[in-house]
Every structure is written in C-alpha cells, then in structure tokens.
C-alpha cells in the first residue's frame, strides 16, 4: 500500500508536557484519520480530518489536515499515564475522493513518565 | 451495541492445521476487513468484503480465504498454517459511504503457529 510515514517511531515525555507527532505522504490525501492502540486491544478511532486546513479537537486531542493535503499533525496537551499506547495515521488508499480501503503509518509509541 | 467482536482471543496452531476466525458486527456496517498486525510492520490489509456475497484481496491475501455469507459476518480462514502466519488478527467495518472512511476495529485475535 502507499507508505504514510510517521514520526517520531517513539517519544517518552513528562506527566503534563504537550505531545506533538505528525504524519506525511507523497500523495495527497482527501482523508486522514487518527486511531490508538492500546496494549493488547484493537486501534480505536480518535480523530477524522476531511477537508484541508481543518483542525478538530477531541478533549486534549488536536489534529489538523495539513494544507497541502500531504500531512497531517496530532497534539496532545497536558499528557496523562493513560495516553500511553501507539497512535496510527491512516488514509484511504488508493489516495483519491473515497476509498474502501485504508493504509496505516506504522505507529508512534508513546510513554508517560508519571 | 457491543461494535466489532471477533472469537477467539487467542489461539495456538500447529503447522499444518487450519483454523477459522470469526468477526461480527452489529452497526450494520456495508464494509468488512481482516488486517494482521505484525512488529514494525503495522497494519496491512488480507482480504475485504464491500457487502454481503462479495470479498476481494488485500494486500497480504496469500494463505489465507474468507467468506461473507451474512452481512454482520465475515470469516477469516486459514487452510493449512505456518508460522510465518504467526500474528495478531483484527477485524474492522465501516459504513460504506464514499468519503467516509472511518473504520472501527475488533479487539483482535492472537494467533501462534508452532
């Protein structure tokens, strides 16, 4: 599938410290979704980014569809023990208006040191 | 609504054996899929169903068949294992309108292949 890459592969911050990881590709995309992945569950869908510049939140979580329609960013303020776990990127492959299938970046590790 | 649930949780093979994971979902969702997730590999698409009757290869689909025989089910088989088939298993669905892409995941099924 088209490579999404994510970075940092892994960060360990501070109880408290804001969190930033984004996600970028050589195609453009029309979707980008945010998903975590707890230890030992399914990812489950934090964020869905549908329109270029867009910048939704969800509680402390803050993602935004990047302009040129080749990234997006993910932002977590005020970081908790139970943020721990590994945030995917995802976008509908092939790049392009609606697709049945996703392709997945390979995941930010997270770890809060309490 | 209890969303995507797949059976079993875990399971151990031996070379040879086959086996047959079981997803369900009662969202009434048009679109299912089967990713495995391996260490620093992410998530990659097996095979796909964009509705009741049909299924289609993803990006991974060598040793592996589905079927989807009802609309809230789709099954995963593995014929003859491997241990290179040796894994974590998830199920996921989505609505199936054209640019919505969001998919919503099973709790996954942990599969080892002696």
């Known amino acids: 599938g088209q490579q999404l890459n994510q970075s940092p592969q892994s960060m360990f911050i501070q109880e408290g410290e804001d969190v930033s990881m984004n996600c970028t590709s050589s195609?453009?995309?029309?979707?980008w979704l945010w998903y975590k992945q707890d230890p030992g569950e399914g990812p489950v869908l934090l964020i869905a980014?549908?329109?270029?510049?867009e910048l939704t939140s969800n509680g402390r979580l803050t993602a935004q569809f990047g302009i040129t329609r080749k990234d997006s960013f993910l932002n977590i303020s005020a970081s908790i023990p139970s943020d721990v776990g590994i945030y995917f990127c995802a976008g509908p492959y092939p790049p392009g208006a609606g697709s049945y299938q996703l392709t997945f970046g390979k995941g930010t590790k997270l770890s809060v040191i309490p | 609504n209890a969303g995507v649930t797949q059976t079993p949780k875990f399971r151990v093979l031996k070379t040879g054996q086959s086996m047959t994971l079981l997803c369900a979902q009662d969202?009434?969702?048009?679109?299912m899929y089967w990713y495995r997730q391996d260490p620093g590999m992410g998530l990659r698409l097996i095979h796909y169903s964009v509705g009741e009757g049909t299924t289609a290869k993803g990006e991974v689909p060598d040793g592996y068949n589905v079927s989807r025989l009802k609309k809230q089910n789709f099954l995963l088989g593995l014929e003859s294992a491997a241990p290179s088939q040796t894994s974590v298993y998830f199920c996921?669905?989505?609505?199936?309108?054209?640019?919505?892409?969001?998919?919503?995941f099973g709790p996954g099924t942990r599969l080892t292949v002696l």
């Open positions: 969202m009434n969702h048009e679109y």
């Open positions: 996921a669905s989505s609505l199936g309108d054209r640019g919505r892409d969001e998919q919503f």
């Open positions: 980014l549908y329109k270029a510049g």
């Open positions: 195609s453009i995309f029309n979707t």
